[in-house]
Every structure is written in C-alpha cells, then in structure tokens.
C-alpha cells in the first residue's frame, strides 16, 4: 500500500516524502510541476536511498488523476497541491479558486471512486485572518483575509461535508504556521520563483548577494520593537506533522484541525539578527511602508496537536537559519542547478 502525494515535488510536499519514505511508506507523487521540479524527488531518491513513483499529472485532469489510483495501491492521501502566493490569489482569484478547490474536488470525487477516506490537507494560518488575540489556538472564529486563504477555509469546509456525509472518512486539516528552513543535507529546500515573497528566502538571497538589501514592511507595528511577529517553523518539522497525522488517520476516522507552529513568535528584526548571529552574515536593510494587508502578530497555540497528534516542533531558530543558509549557498539557482 502506498501514500499518494499530491505536490509532492514542490517545498514542504518534498520534505515530507523524504520522512514518509525514511519511515518505510511506500510514496507515489502526482504534481503538475507548476511550481517546482523533478529534480527534488531525485534528490529525495539520492538522501534516502529509496525510490518513489512519479507522476507529471494535473490535478484538474480527471482521467489521468484516475489513472493513478487505478495503477497503484492507494492507501491515504497527503494534499498539497495547490496555489500559495497570496498577492497573486488577490489579482487573479479565479485562477486560485479553481486550481484549489476543483483541483480538491477531483481528488475527492476519484478518492470515493476507490473506496479511499483518508486525507491529510494542507490548510494554512490564513484561514484565521486578523487575530483577535493571540497565540491562535483552532477553535476561534476564521476569516481569511484574501482569496488564497478563503481557498483553505472553503476546503476545510468541503472536507468537514464529506465526513458528515460519511463518517468512514479520516481527514486531518493541517494549519502550517511560516514553514522555513530546508533539509539538513542541503540538498531540498525552498525554491521560490523570481523575487521571494516570503521573509526568509529573501534574507537567504540578501545574504548571498542576489538582492541588495531586505524592505522591512513596517515599524510601527503594536510588537516589541515594531515589526511583524511570526511563527517560523522548520519545514522538517512541518514534515514530521504529517507522519504523525497519516498514523492519525490510518487508525482513526473523523476530521481534526490542528495548527503546526512552535508557539513562539519572532519579529522580523529578531529574525535578521537570529539569522547574523547563527551564519555570521550581516543583512543590510531598510524600514519601508507596511505591505497591505499583514497582520501585527500571528503565532499558534500547538497545544491539541501535542495532545492528539503526539507531535512538537523541536528545531530551533539557530538550526532554521543555519539550514535555510547551507540549502542557498549550495544551491545558487535553487532546483535548476
Ligand atoms: P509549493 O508551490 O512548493 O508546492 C505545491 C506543489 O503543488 C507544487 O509542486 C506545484 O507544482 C503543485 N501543484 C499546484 N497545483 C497543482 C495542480 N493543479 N495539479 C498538480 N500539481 C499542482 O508550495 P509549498 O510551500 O510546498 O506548499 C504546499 C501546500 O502547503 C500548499 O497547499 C500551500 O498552500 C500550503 N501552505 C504553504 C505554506 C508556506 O508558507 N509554504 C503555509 C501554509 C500552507
Ligand atoms: N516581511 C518583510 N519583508 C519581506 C518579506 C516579509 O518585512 O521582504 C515581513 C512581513 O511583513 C511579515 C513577516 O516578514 O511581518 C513574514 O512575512 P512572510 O511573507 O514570510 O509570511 P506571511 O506571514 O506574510 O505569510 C505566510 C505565507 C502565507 C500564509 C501565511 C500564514 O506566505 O501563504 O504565512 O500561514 F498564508
């Protein structure tokens, strides 16, 4: 039996392969290459010694998406798939709603085809929005701020129908906080294209000289010293969560959602001093406008996922930064190297 991973090329989707894999799972990978390359399952094949089977399919084509599940013993499915950057989500929703939540709605349609029920769903912190308070623990009211969030929200919804309607489905909705950081060996890690929307990828390429310096959106913020205040997460972490989810699911059924964060919040300052101290290079920057639309401060409350799932986040910033710096500079070019 195997695990299908949906995305599974693509940042925290190849992390995760590489942990299900080390843990013995047998992987099957279905991603359109959209936003990343074959070249990280090969990396994936060359860290663990292990093959995987790939598939360059379309999550919107039902027949090749059914293809897969005929060809392979499916026994859970890890969904990741899907569109990310929330400023293109605000430009062209249509392009996110669709890809998103039809792409969800194939998958789930082929998966009751096959009699398979069980599901891990990347969902995201963007279905919280503005938080009332913080940390954010899962039962507060949600309401994202922008398309790509309502794309979570709608699918953490779509799939709670799906186990009323059925309750032999299992489904975990995995809330990710700011996965950052890459594998240890330095051989997967993140590939944003073109200039980096996320703070650390842009720190990364500051550091390496690709950038010239870092706009700090924002100092007049209500934190400790102005800036933004997040939850950075070691993807690796991140991948863990999902081992302990699919155990989750592959003995229970129901549908939880749970927040995958440390439970503590860095400004973006303490980010770039936290990443001169563990790597010894200084970030040059500068304060600029706050960029629309970001919230003061956003960290979780991890509490239901250390209670039900047995999982905790046990990297620290240092090895984040550290890992985040080795993948930048043995990998100039990302994947295309
Ligand atoms: P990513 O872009 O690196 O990976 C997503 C993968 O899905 C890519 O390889 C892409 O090619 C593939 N894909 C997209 N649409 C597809 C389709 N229609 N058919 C087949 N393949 C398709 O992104 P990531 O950072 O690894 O994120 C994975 C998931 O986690 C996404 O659903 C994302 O929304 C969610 N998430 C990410 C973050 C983050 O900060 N990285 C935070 C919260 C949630
Ligand atoms: N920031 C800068 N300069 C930059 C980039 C970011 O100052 O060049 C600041 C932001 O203003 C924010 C912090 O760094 O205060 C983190 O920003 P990111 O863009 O790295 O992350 P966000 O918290 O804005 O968003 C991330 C994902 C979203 C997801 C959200 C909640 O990109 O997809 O976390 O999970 F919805």
Redesign the pocket.
């Known amino acids: 039996m195997s695990i299908l991973v ?2 599974g ?5 190849s992390h995760t392969c590489l942990e299900l894999l080390n843990a013995g799972y047998k992987v099957v990978v ?7 390359k074959v070249e990280s399952l090969s990396r994936i094949k060359e860290i663990t010694g292990k093959e995987l089977s790939f598939y360059k ?4 084509d039902k027949n090749e998406v059914e293809r897969v599940f005929a060809e392979n013993k499916i026994e859970a499915v890890v969904h ?5 950057a929330v400023g293109e989500s605000v430009r062209i929703p249509l392009y996110y709603y669709y ?1 998103n939540i039809a ?1 969800t709605l194939i998958l789930c349609e082929i998966m009751n085809k096959f009699g398979i029920h069980k599901m891990v769903f ?1 969902s ?3 279905v919280y929005g503005e938080p009332q308070s913080v940390p954010i623990s899962e039962n507060v009211p949600l309401g994202p701020a922008n398309p790509y969030g309502r794309t979570k929200l709608m699918i953490e919804e779509i799939l709670q129908d799906l186990y009323i309607s059925s309750p032999n489905w299992s489904i975990a909705l995995l809330r ?1 906080f ?2 950052i950081g890459a594998h240890p060996s330095g051989k997967i890690g993140e590939d944003p294209s073109g200039i980096p929307n ?1 703070l650390m990828p842009y720190i990364t390429q500051v550091a390496a000289g690709k950038l010239k310096e870092l706009h700090i959106f924002g100092n007049d913020y209500p934190t400790s010293d102005g800036t933004g205040v997040r939850d950075y997460i070691h993807v690796v972490d991140i991948a863990k969560g999902h081992l302990k989810a699919v155990e989750k699911i592959l003995t229970q059924t129901g549908v939880g959602a749970y927040n995958l964060g440390t439970g503590k919040g860095y400004s973006v300052l303490e980010m770039v001093n936290a990443f001169d101290r563990a790597t010894g290079e200084k970030i040059p920057y500068k304060m600029v406008a706050p960029r629309p639309g970001d919230v003061a401060s956003c960290y979780a409350d991890p509490t239901k996922a250390i209670e039900e799932l047995d999982w905790i986040a046990e990297k620290g910033m240092e090895e984040m930064c550290l890992d985040a710096w080795r993948w930048q500079k043995n990998n100039p070019n990302g994947n295309g190297d």
């Open positions: 949906t995305g090329a693509g940042y925290i989707g279905v991603d359109n290459l959209n936003n990343s399919v379309e999550l919107l990741f798939a899907g569109l990310k890809n792409g990347s995201s912190a963007a990710y700011n996965p996320n």
